[in-house]
């Protein structure tokens, strides 16, 4: 009895091998239905999971939570209660006591004072920052 040959397309060269074959023997190509990276729905699932989630943060960060700061920020309330002043070695020194109210969910990681000296017609005259 004489064995009949079956052939099959390779799925990449499209050359005629045999049935059986896992492995294409003119270009190397693995035969099973997903084992080449390009037919794979794992892996560009993966792919596409992992730029979504990529441009999801970059969206959420730049947009979003910028959108929440800037929200918070506009809305915080700054409020002077009590004002003491001496002098001390021919210096004046101005105590502002009060608060600055966050009523936001927003927490803002890092908070700097400054503190700007104005004449009577709100001239700057001169300004300090105050860093940690
Ligand atoms: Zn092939």
Do not use: W
């Amino acid at each position: 009895m004489e064995k009949v040959q079956h052939t099959k397309e390779c799925i990449m060269c499209f050359s005629a091998i045999d049935s059986r074959a896992k492995k294409c023997p003119q270009c190397t190509s693995l035969q099973a239905k997903y084992s080449n990276l390009e037919n794979n729905p794992i892996i560009i699932g993966a792919l596409v999971l992992s730029i979504v989630g990529i441009f999801g943060f970059i969206f959420y960060q730049n947009i979003y939570v910028a959108g929440l700061k800037d929200q918070a920020q506009k809305n915080l309330i700054a409020n002077v209660s009590q004002i003491n002043t001496k002098n001390e070695n021919d210096a004046l020194y101005v105590a502002c006591i009060g608060q600055v109210k966050n009523e936001s969910d927003f927490s803002f990681k890092n908070i700097k004072f400054k503190v700007d000296f104005l004449t009577d017609q709100n001239t700057l005259v001169d300004t300090l920052s105050i860093t940690d």
